[in-house]
Structure formats: C-alpha cells, structure tokens
C-alpha cells in the first residue's frame, strides 16, 4: 500500500536555527498537510496546501513557518528561526480529493527537538 | 466551533473482553467522523469513518463505531479485544460545511490490553 514517508524521523538544531521537514506525499494525492503533536498533547492541525497554495492555517501556523512544494513529489514545512516550544513531532498528510469526508494518510512523522 | 472529547486519557481491558472507547463531538450541522490509531513511533492510521448513513461504521481490525446523532458521540468498540490492539487511540471531527481541509482530533485515550 502507498505510503507517506517522512525525513529525517529526528532533526535536533539549536534555537534561532532555521529548520526544513520533508515529506514525500503518496503520488496520486493532491492535497497535503501538516499536523503537530507535542509530546503527551494532542495532535494539531497546522496547515493544509492544494494547487501551490495554503488552504487553510490554524493559529499556532505564524510568519515563522512556511510550506513548499518544490517539485513534483515533496512537500516541505520550514520553521525559520525555531524556539523551544517548537519541539513535537511533526506529521504530514495527505488525501486524494478534497473534502472532509476524506481520510488522510499520515507519515510516520519527523520529531523535532529544538536545544 | 469544532471540538472532540475524549473523556478517558486510559482504558485497560482484559484479552477477550469487549472493549468501548469513548468519544463525544461538537460541531456545526452535520459532522464528518473518524477513528485514527497510533502505534509508538508511527503516524496516525485511519480506522473508520462515519459520513452518512448506517449509524454503525465498520471498519479495520474489527473495530465498528455507532454514531448517536442526539448524544452527539461516535464511541468507538470491539467485541473481543486483542493484545495488539494496544496503542493510542484518536477521536476526530470535521464539518461539511467548514474549509475543505480542516480536522479536528481528540486529545486520544491510551488503550491497553492485558494478555
């Protein structure tokens, strides 16, 4: 079964540093997203993107982060300048079609500790 | 605005015995429903949704949820529960009539099965 995949599955970096998460979405899908999960919380909507263009944000998704889609197969979320509090586990998802009936395919997620 | 409840953070079941795992919703109009585990370290796996219909889903596993539109929950169960079926077990929500791409999840309840 076609999978998401996610890299790296750990990214350590120093506040202030920039930081890039990668994930390949499952081929035929078309529209993708990013959730978070701090560690024994919730997971977090954070942004959805179709067409090379954000859908939708929550407000935890600030001037700091930003999405990409820089060729035909990766989707990537870039935290700029990362604070502490940035620290979770990141996933990326995404459907086929559009619509909330849709159920998404997680990656196995990227976690992010920020030192 | 959307919202998941998840009232019980653990649930323990013997080998055997059937199993219930408790969710309760708030939204707008009519919602869209799922079930979503997740084993240590991997991403979130779809269970089971519920769109229209048949108020009791089925889905993998064995798992089947019953939708109860006048107590607004969509508890999730099994008859028999397994072993493997311990892991982190996530509630969530979306709106046919809110963003196209916006899921709400529960905070999850922790299921253990003990042999």
């Known amino acids: 079964e076609p999978e998401v995949t996610q890299t790296p599955s750990h990214q350590v970096t120093q506040m202030g540093q920039e930081v890039i998460l990668r994930c390949v979405p499952i081929s035929n899908h078309l529209y993708f997203y990013w959730y978070r999960q701090i560690l024994g919380q919730k997971v977090e909507f954070l942004v959805s993107f179709y067409n090379n263009e954000i859908s939708e944000k929550s407000e935890i998704f600030d001037d700091q982060f930003s999405v990409e889609r820089p060729d035909g197969s990766n989707f990537t979320l870039k935290i700029r300048s990362t604070k502490l509090e940035d620290s979770a586990m990141y996933f990326c998802?995404?459907?086929?079609?559009?619509?909330?009936?849709?159920?998404?395919?997680f990656g196995d997620g990227t976690r992010l500790s920020i030192l | 605005a959307q919202s998941v409840a998840q009232p019980e953070d653990q649930v323990n079941v013997a080998e055997g015995n059937p199993l219930t795992v408790k969710c309760t919703y708030s939204v707008s109009g009519n919602p869209y429903l799922f079930w979503y585990v997740q084993y240590p370290n991997r991403g979130l796996q779809f269970l089971l949704k519920?769109?229209?219909?048949?108020?009791l889903v089925k889905g993998s596993y064995g798992f089947e949820a019953e939708f109860n539109k006048s107590q607004t929950s969509f508890h999730l169960k099994k008859p028999s529960a397994l072993v493997s079926d311990s892991a982190l077990y996530f509630c969530?929500?979306?709106?046919?009539?809110?963003?196209?791409?916006?899921?709400?999840f529960g905070s999850g309840t922790r299921l253990s099965i003990r042999p």
């Open positions: 998802a995404s459907t086929e079609g559009a619509g909330n009936n849709q159920p998404q395919h």
């Open positions: 519920y769109i229209t219909g048949d108020n």
């Open positions: 969530a929500v979306s709106s046919r009539y809110s963003s196209a791409s916006k899921i709400i």
